[in-house]
């Protein structure tokens, strides 16, 4: 079974440029999550996606944005890139179920945005 | 809110002794709670999970945890440290209700000494 794979595997950006990052899920998992890594900030909750609808948001800025497409993999879009969102971005994926019981996810190994 | 205190940013251990990693959580709802690992320059990898049932949790590379209510914690053993056991661990938690996302500590850099 193949995992959560994540594209890039790094980018280099200029500030003020946009990044967009890849996640596919785990094959019959619909809800996807975004979570940053930057250095001594721990992982940061950026977005959570299932069944194509945004369901939940961290406390970032409206340039963080996202979507999940039909087949279920997502796309998290970063604007007017700033140096501090240098970070290492995770994906991870879990099974849906309206009784929310899917317990923990599968990570994906993540791109690694670097802002100059 | 959920929140996840890990104590120790930092821990090291010699190869074979007790490896303990700390955890305390915040949850105003039935928690379930996590263990991953971090390797350098790769995602988590899911090590155990507690959701009902038993509160010691067996997971894998003979790590274990136990869920203790009265002390909101949930720490992590290993009897015997390994060399391959270095890394970085996060705890994580998440309510039992429609918040879905998991809210993770700040993270436990294990250092095995030889």
């Known amino acids: 079974e193949a995992g959560v794979t994540q594209s890039p595997t790094h980018l280099i950006k200029t500030r003020g440029q946009q990044a967009t990052l890849r996640c596919s899920p785990i094959?019959?998992?619909?809800?996807v999550y975004w979570y940053q890594q930057a250095l001594g900030l721990g992982l940061q909750f950026l977005l959570w996606y299932d069944e194509g609808e945004e369901r939940n948001r961290g406390n970032f800025p409206p340039r963080f944005s996202g979507r999940q497409f039909p087949n279920y993999s997502s796309e998290l879009n970063v604007n007017a890139l700033e140096l501090e969102d240098s970070a290492l971005y995770l994906c991870?994926?879990?099974?849906?179920?309206?009784?929310?019981?899917?317990?923990?996810?599968?990570f994906g190994s993540g791109t690694r945005l670097t802002v100059v | 809110a959920q929140s996840v205190t890990q104590l120790g940013s930092h821990v090291s251990v010699s190869e074979g002794a007790l490896v303990l990693l700390r955890c305390n959580y915040s949850s105003s709802v039935p928690p379930y709670l996590f263990w991953y690992v971090q390797y350098p320059n790769q995602g988590l990898q899911l090590l155990l999970k507690y959701t009902t049932g038993a509160t010691l949790v067996k997971g894998i590379n003979g790590f274990e945890a136990e869920f203790k209510k009265s002390e909101t914690s949930f720490h992590l053993t290993k009897p015997s440290a390994h060399m391959s056991d270095a890394a970085e661990y996060f705890c994580a938690v998440r309510s039992s209700g429609s918040a879905r996302q998991l809210t993770f500590g700040s993270g436990t850099q294990l250092t095995v000494l030889p």
């Open positions: 991870a994926s879990s099974s849906g179920g309206g009784s929310g019981r899917n317990y923990g996810y599968t």
């Open positions: 094959s019959g998992h619909t809800s």
